[in-house]
Structures are given as C-alpha cells and as structure tokens.
C-alpha cells in the first residue's frame, strides 16, 4: 500500500505544485489504484508516474471546489483512450452534484466513454460508512470548510494469519489437502497418530492499515475522529504558523493546527499538503519544523513523491 501524491498546491497551481489529487495504490492488496480528488492536470501528473489509468477503479471528491475536481472529464476520457486494454467500470464518489458535473462536461464536449460510472453521491445526512468490501471499509464525515466538505477514512479489514508452510512439512504434513484444512483452521490427524493443531502453524492475524485522506478544512473535532489511530493522517497545510485568522477566515488550516489534529487523534505519521504557493524554499522547511514541535512525524509533501505504508 503507497500513497502518491499528484498534486499538493493549494487553489491555483503553481512551477512547483499542482492542485489537489493523490493516488492510494492498493496494487498487492486488489490491484487497484484509488483516486482522492482529481484537479486541472491530474492527467499530466500521471504521465510522470507509472500509473495506469485503467488501474483506477474508484474516485473520491472531497468538495466540488474546481482545484479539486476540474481534472475530471480529462481524466475520465483519457481513461477511454487505452483501447488495447479492458475497459472496466470506475465507482465515483462524492457530495451532490458530481454526478451533474461530470456529465454535463460529457455531454458538452461529446464525449462518450466506453466504460460505465457508477455515482455515489452523499450530503451531510447521508455520512458514515460509504463504502464496503471483503477487504476495505471506507467512511466520510462532514470538515469545516467554506463549502459543504468531506474527508474520508480508510480501513484495511484486518489480515488472515499466514500459514507456515516449512514447518507444517518438518511436522510431517504432506503437501495437499491436509495443508488446505489446516490453513482452514482444522486441526487434523496424521496417519501415524500425529496430531496437528492449526494455530500452532499460523501466525496471529495482522492489523489491517487506516488511511485518512482530509479534504480542506479549519480544524475541526471531525478530523480527530476521523484519524483516530491511523497509520496516515493526510491533512491540509495552506496557511503557517500564525495565519491562525486567515487560516479560519478562508476555511482553511495552518500547520500548526494540522500537527495539533494529528497528536490529538494519536497518528501515526503526519503528511502536510494542499500548501500555498506563497511558500518556496526554506518556507517549506520552516513548516515542516514548526509542525514537528507539536507532532514529530510530520512531514510537508511534494508533487510526485510517494509515501509506502
């Protein structure tokens, strides 16, 4: 499981930053790729990756701010174009009107796509569990933003324990049937009497990881909740230290408040995106330290750089 980000700007792009998306590779888990927001140039982001865009099977939109979402119907089409390659259906998350956006783009431009989207669209009644597989579960809660605004929590379902295969055939278990049952949990009987007790060959089952993908937000108690233990807090950093005001005038956070959000929910790691343009250079560095004095693992991301979990 990584985390990509394609674009870490705030509001308008930059020579440095896109706008708002990131990829969360879930290749070895369901060889899929799942998209957390998509603006102007996601496409292009991509490009610079070794994404393919056929790998994207789910989108999720935080708000419908264009630096969030304008990179839709590129994406969408340029999805179409690989015609050397299966077209499979695409599940597209996010609050009302997503649905009227990206078709009316369609529409508009003439666009037709060989493959299906499936809309889920949501308000702030219809939060909590949006999203469940036999290996994921995904949940939305409502931020504090200057428009109606999500952000999404992530649960790997936690994994079977694995199966000691060395061990299993120094105890004398032939290859076969017997392995199958007690990877199964089945004790079973060995023809010279032996008996083998499955839990003494699988190892305790592994938690799974918890991913928290913010959209933008003032600090808000839903935040905490929403990254309550997580292995990844991906939270807003628009304004520094100090901008406390602005920050919450605009609808935003600081770093400050971020790293604050973070200790609060006990993360375990702290990634800063969504930054402002004004801030180049020993800006950056200057906001990672600052944000560490409060929460130590937090670290300011970059376009293109990926995080592995």
């Avoid at 610079?48 to 119907?73: E, M, N, S, W, Y």
Wanted: proline content about 3%.
């Amino acid at each position: 499981m990584d985390i990509q980000f394609l674009g870490t700007g705030a509001g308008q792009p930059s020579k440095q930053r896109n706008v708002s998306s990131l990829a969360l590779k879930l290749l070895d888990e369901i060889n899929e790729i799942w998209l957390f927001d998509c603006g102007e140039g996601t496409q292009h982001q991509i490009l610079q990756t070794t994404i393919k865009p056929r790998k994207v099977q789910k989108i999720f939109i935080t708000h419908l701010h264009g630096d969030h979402i304008l990179g839709l119907p590129g994406f969408l089409s340029s999805r179409s174009f690989q015609a050397n390659e299966e077209q499979t259906d695409l599940d597209l998350y996010g609050p009302v009107g997503i649905k009227s956006f990206v078709m009316t783009s369609l529409r508009v431009t003439g666009t037709r796509l060989p493959y299906h989207i499936n809309f889920y669209e949501f308000d702030k009644n219809s939060l909590g569990k949006i999203m469940e597989t036999d290996k994921f579960v995904v949940y939305a809660e409502e931020l504090d933003h200057s428009i109606f605004c999500v952000g999404y929590r992530v649960m790997q379902k936690d994994l079977e324990g694995t199966l000691d295969a060395e061990a299993l055939k120094a105890a004398g278990v032939p290859f076969g049937p017997l392995f199958g049952k007690v990877k199964n949990g089945e004790d079973v009987i060995l023809e010279d009497g032996t008996k083998i007790v499955a839990k003494d060959y699988i190892s305790e089952p592994k938690k799974g990881k918890v991913v928290t993908i913010l959209g933008d937000t003032r600090k808000t108690d839903a935040s905490v909740r929403l990254g309550l233990g997580a292995d990844v807090l991906v939270h807003e950093s628009t304004y520094g230290k100090g901008d406390e005001k602005m920050a919450a005038r605009h609808g935003h956070s600081t770093n400050i408040q971020a790293a604050q959000v973070a200790k609060a929910a006990s993360a375990k790691q702290l990634l800063l995106n969504h930054v402002s343009a004004r801030f180049l250079g020993r800006d950056i560095t200057q906001l990672a330290k600052d944000a560490q004095k409060i929460f130590e693992n937090s670290h300011v991301v970059k376009d293109l750089e990926e995080i592995k979990l």
